[in-house]
């Protein structure tokens, strides 16, 4: 019942306005149980968690000090201003009336509450209790679900970059003496393969047509040069031989 001393007054318009909009800033803010509160003693504070519909008369959605549960009041149970040290507990025991647990649920707006003072101010009596749901705790329950879930998820496998193949660079050299001897050395990257190989005169005259004019051109010339060589060598032998038949058939004689 309430106090002798003081009868309690219930929240103003403006009052419940802050209310909402400290609620909305993320700020529950804090009231103190008058002598009007049903089953919680006078004094003891709590936080507002959220406003219901002012039609309901117990809209005040608060949950008090030291406890988990979220109860419903009207705005004559509770008050913004702080009571006086000592004051809690000084009048009678609270009444063993339950008071009824509500869902924790956020007004859709803050102008609901001031359009219906008269409605708002009038306790209503309380019905049977009812179960307690915390929605921030269940998101958030939620939230820590998912990011367990996603710390936990297996990450795709990387896909291992292609492996460029280098092919080994291939030098071919043509060498040719002034006898007319030529042969091929082959380096594939820093290992060499051939050394030495004979080739024959014709084979590097047809390979140099193939390769590009100007190879064959230098190529040709190249032979044209040995060839003269070579048939004034065999004239040079042929004179030789001549002279050496001579001399046999002097002997002969």
Do not use: Y
Not at 66 to 77: A, H, Q, R, T
Not at 119 to 126: I, K, N
Not at 130 to 157: D, F, I, L, N, V
């Amino acid at each position: 019942m309430p106090s002798p001393r003081t009868k309690p007054q219930p929240l103003s318009d403006s009052e419940i306005q802050q209310i909402a909009t400290d609620i909305a800033g993320g700020r529950p803010p804090m009231v103190w149980f008058t002598a009007a509160a049903v089953g919680v003693p006078e004094g003891r504070s709590g936080k507002v968690i959220a406003l219901g519909d002012p039609a309901d008369g117990d809209f005040l959605q608060v949950r008090p000090t030291g406890s988990k549960d979220v109860l419903s009041f009207s705005p004559i149970e509770v008050t913004l201003t702080k009571p006086p040290r000592g004051a809690a507990g000084a009048t009678a025991q609270p009444k063993s009336t339950p008071r009824k647990e509500t869902p924790v649920t956020q007004s859709s707006t803050t102008t609901s509450t001031a359009t219906q003072p008269a409605q708002a101010s009038a306790p209503q009596p309380s019905a049977g209790p009812k179960p307690a749901e915390t929605t921030a705790a269940t998101s958030r329950a939620e939230s820590a679900g998912k990011q367990a879930a996603a710390a936990t998820a297996p990450k795709p496998a990387k896909t291992p970059a292609a492996r460029k193949t280098k092919a080994p660079e291939v030098t071919v050299t043509l060498t040719g003496t002034a006898d007319g001897e030529w042969s091929i050395d082959v380096v594939s990257g820093k290992k060499r393969t051939l050394r030495g190989l004979p080739v024959a005169g014709s084979t590097v005259a047809q390979a140099a047509k193939i390769l590009h004019p100007e190879v064959a051109e230098v190529v040709a010339g190249v032979l044209d040069a040995l060839r003269g060589v070579q048939e004034a060598k065999v004239q040079q032998l042929q004179a030789e031989l001549e002279e050496a038949k001579r001399l046999l058939n002097e002997l002969s004689d």
